[in-house]
T-cell receptor, first 111, second 112 residues
Framework: ETGVTQSPTHLIKTRGQQVTLRCSSQ?????VSWYQQALGQGPQFIFQ???????GRGNFPPRFSGLQFPNYSSELNVNALELDDSALYLC??????????FGPGTRLTVL | SQQGEEDPQALSIQEGENATMNCSYK?????LQWYRQNSGRGLVHLIL?????REKHSGRLRVTLDTSKKSSSLLITASRAADTASYFC????????????FGAGTQVVVTP
């Protein structure tokens, strides 16, 4: 158990809809990162939040957005869902410059 | 694009044998981390090795890092059926410490 939780576990949406995924960081961690993992591939970095500010972004379009709250919980929002957005979404929390600890993930299916 | 590339893509061994997998990367790093993932679930952090370190041990795990060759290896000694999983290396760049770049992973199957 890493102390990082994610909700929901599974989610089914249709193309064009919007989705919000949630993450609760491990206590004492000030940084949260989000990753997308397609089937059979390694995770791809979406973005990172440090003290409620975006602190780096991967190669993802603006319809992927996020928030980090004062209690270090976080949200990933995806607008205008596409079929290729179907993936496992992972959040990871860390203290600056240290190991990232991952949650169990949210499996998103877009039909 | 993937920064790290694991080799082999798949590995099948028997319990008690050692498992070795390699990771190569392209750009300068701050550190390299190894993770395990069971059946598409969350990643479990195994070990972090910093760019100024050459070898690190944790239980049955041994990790080496050769920054001149931009490569790392993970050795699991005396493997168990419970070690069956996918293993990923992830690099953290010198100018982007929080952005982990993963390879495609090595799928390890340990048979009793």
């Amino acid at each position: 158990e890493t102390g990082v939780t994610q909700s929901p576990t599974h989610l089914i949406k249709t193309r064009g809809q919007q989705v919000t995924l949630r993450c609760s960081s491990q206590s004492g961690h000030n940084t949260v990162s989000w990753y997308q993992q397609a089937l059979g591939q390694g995770p791809q970095f979406i973005f990172q939040y440090y003290r409620e500010e975006e602190n780096g972004r991967g190669n993802f379009p603006p319809r992927f957005s996020g928030l980090q709250f004062p209690n270090y919980s976080s949200e990933l929002n995806v607008n205008a869902l596409e079929l290729d957005d179907s993936a496992l979404y992972l959040c990871a929390s860390s203290k600056t410059y240290n190991e990232q600890f991952f949650g169990p993930g949210t499996r998103l299916t877009v039909l | 694009s993937q920064q790290g590339e694991e080799d082999p893509q798949a590995l099948s061994i028997q319990e008690g044998e050692n498992a070795t997998m390699n990771c190569s990367y392209k750009t300068s790093i701050n550190n390299l981390q190894w993770y395990r993932q069971n059946s598409g679930r969350g990643l479990v952090h195994l070990i972090l090795i910093r760019s100024n370190e050459r070898e690190k041990h944790s239980g049955r795990l041994r990790v080496t890092l050769d920054t001149s060759k931009k490569s790392s290896s993970l050795l699991i000694t005396a493997s168990r059926a419970a070690d069956t999983a996918s293993y990923f290396c992830a690099t953290s760049g010198t100018d982007s410490w929080g952005k982990l770049q993963f390879g495609a992973g090595t799928q390890v199957v340990v048979t009793p």
